[in-house]
């Protein structure tokens, strides 16, 4: 039994561009060529299109065909193959203006509502748009049936530990809901590298003494902060999602630290999170990979499965 907790579902990864947003080019053409091998494509074959072509029609392109093999119905398939029983569904809201809208809920409250039980809704914030973005993340969890919230502080040019997150705090606080974080480099060029590092979340798991907080990706490269963190406070969990599992499982990639307390220490505080849609890599591929890290069998139970059951509290046997 698998439960993922950093996800999305096809059609929001795969989804249509008009433009392409500066900033996002270095991203797209990072992940382009991992997403063309879910459909088989070479890898030299979309290095050359994005040569000759505008990348937005490759990417729609892209997008087109992977829409087709990853329907809905073809998705939900591929989970319940590889026994994931709880998927997320990241609704993150992104930006910096404070004159812009919070990001709709919807679409995603309708596939909570359709596939019951399947998905876990992490419902966005945008801290420049405070009030009205909490509006909508009250209404998502106390209404639309989200579980959770999820932020990247990097695409907010903010530190975890800034104020403006404070109102989403103190509403995760008192309502029990796990705030996951994203907690590792970002590939925006005006943006710092080091926005995310793991040390702002220590400010918020002092301020409030019930918040729950999942550090995204690691916190890699700076796993051994992050390993610190951990051991002070144990409502800091921890996924590994956006990186391979063969490359977190070798030697000098900077991961050994937290591999060898993840076998220890840590074993009730590691969630599994893979972000295989981002990196286009098949579910059962990833998950297989996970055996190089030569975790023992109990605390794999806990890492796939029953510490996120305890964490969101599923009741799950």
């Given at each position: 039994m698998?439960?993922?907790?950093?996800n999305?579902?096809?059609?929001f990864?795969?989804?249509?561009?008009?433009?392409?947003?500066?900033?996002?080019?270095e991203?797209?053409?990072?992940?382009a060529?991992?997403w063309?091998q879910?459909l088989?494509?070479?890898?030299q074959?979309l290095v050359?299109?994005?040569?000759?072509?505008?990348?937005?029609?490759v990417?729609?392109?892209?997008?087109?065909?992977?829409?087709?093999?990853?329907s809905?119905e073809?998705?939900i398939?591929?989970?319940?193959k590889?026994n994931?029983?709880?998927?997320?569904?990241?609704?993150l809201?992104?930006?910096?203006?404070?004159?812009?809208n919070?990001v709709?809920?919807?679409?995603?409250?309708c596939?909570l509502?359709?596939y019951?039980?399947?998905?876990?809704?992490f419902?966005?914030?945008?801290p420049?748009?405070?009030?009205?973005?909490?509006?909508?993340?009250?209404k998502?969890?106390?209404?639309?049936g989200?579980?959770?919230v999820?932020?990247?502080?990097?695409?907010?040019?903010l530190?975890?530990n800034?104020?403006?997150?404070?109102p989403?705090?103190?509403?995760c606080?008192?309502?029990?809901?796990p705030?996951?974080?994203?907690?590792?480099i970002?590939?925006f060029?005006?943006?710092?590298?080091?926005?995310?590092?793991?040390?702002?979340?220590?400010e918020?798991l002092?301020?409030?003494?019930?918040?729950?907080?999942?550090?995204g990706h690691?916190?890699w490269p700076?796993?051994?902060?992050?390993?610190a963190?951990?051991?002070k406070y144990?409502?800091?969990f921890?996924?590994?999602?956006?990186?391979?599992?063969?490359?977190?499982?070798?030697?000098n990639?900077?991961?050994?630290?937290?591999?060898?307390?993840a076998?220890?220490l840590l074993?009730?505080?590691?969630?599994?999170g893979?972000d295989?849609?981002?990196?286009?890599?098949?579910?059962a591929e990833?998950?297989a990979e996970?055996?190089?890290w030569?975790?023992?069998?109990e605390v794999?139970?806990?890492?796939?499965?029953?510490?996120?059951?305890n964490?969101?509290d599923?009741?799950l046997?």
């Amino acid at each position: 039994m698998i439960i993922d907790v950093s996800n999305t579902v096809p059609i929001f990864q795969f989804e249509k561009v008009v433009t392409i947003d500066k900033k996002n080019t270095e991203y797209l053409q990072l992940f382009a060529p991992r997403w063309a091998q879910l459909l088989g494509w070479p890898k030299q074959k979309l290095v050359e299109k994005i040569k000759e072509e505008p990348l937005e029609d490759v990417i729609n392109e892209l997008f087109t065909q992977l829409e087709k093999s990853y329907s809905m119905e073809n998705f939900i398939g591929m989970l319940q193959k590889s026994n994931v029983v709880k998927h997320a569904i990241h609704n993150l809201d992104y930006g910096r203006s404070k004159y812009s809208n919070p990001v709709s809920h919807e679409e995603t409250a309708c596939l909570l509502k359709e596939y019951k039980g399947q998905f876990i809704g992490f419902a966005g914030y945008n801290p420049h748009i405070g009030t009205e973005s909490l509006k909508v993340v009250k209404k998502a969890v106390l209404e639309q049936g989200f579980e959770a919230v999820a932020i990247a502080p990097y695409d907010h040019g903010l530190h975890a530990n800034d104020k403006k997150y404070y109102p989403l705090y103190s509403f995760c606080d008192e309502h029990n809901i796990p705030v996951w974080i994203h907690a590792s480099i970002n590939y925006f060029k005006e943006t710092s590298v080091f926005v995310d590092h793991p040390k702002y979340l220590e400010e918020p798991l002092m301020d409030f003494d019930n918040l729950k907080i999942i550090a995204g990706h690691g916190g890699w490269p700076w796993t051994t902060d992050l390993v610190a963190l951990c051991l002070k406070y144990n409502r800091l969990f921890v996924d590994t999602s956006a990186f391979r599992p063969k490359y977190i499982g070798m030697e000098n990639t900077g991961w050994e630290m937290f591999l060898q307390y993840a076998n220890t220490l840590l074993q009730d505080q590691i969630v599994f999170g893979s972000d295989w849609l981002t990196l286009g890599m098949p579910i059962a591929e990833f998950i297989a990979e996970i055996d190089s890290w030569g975790l023992r069998d109990e605390v794999k139970e806990k890492f796939f499965w029953k510490n996120a059951n305890n964490l969101f509290d599923f009741k799950l046997t």
